[in-house]
């Protein structure tokens, strides 16, 4: 949560389901003030879904705590959604990029 620019989004609430890790993903998250969510049932789909149906706002974005993604490119993702000239914006895991994930701005 530490690389998550909060100063250049919106209202921004953060939410880690941990559905069986073996790590202390979800006591530093909730030291750092993210709701965590413990699901019973394994999978990537399964805590996806279920953070998507716990979230409150209106822009939803899915990431994992992996470094796959960059916080860091959270801006540019949601202000397409944000200024209604998008539905949606994908990040892709792409690992010859730097931090896995390219943004495409087309």
């Known amino acids: 949560m530490d690389q998550i620019p909060f100063d250049r989004l919106p209202e921004t609430e953060v939410i880690v389901v941990d559905n069986g890790s073996h ?26 879904r279920r953070g998507m149906s716990e979230a409150k706002g209106d822009i939803v974005v899915t990431m994992d705590a992996d470094g796959g993604h960059w916080p860091g490119d959270l801006p540019k993702m949601v202000q397409p959604v944000e200024v209604g ?3 949606a914006a994908l990040g892709v895991r792409i690992h010859s990029y730097p931090h896995g994930m390219r943004i495409d701005e087309t």
């Open 23 to 48: 790590d202390s993903t979800a006591e530093v998250a909730i030291r750092k003030g993210a709701r965590v969510i413990f699901e019973p049932h394994k999978g990537y789909g399964v805590a996806t």
């Open 85 to 87: 000239s998008h539905l």
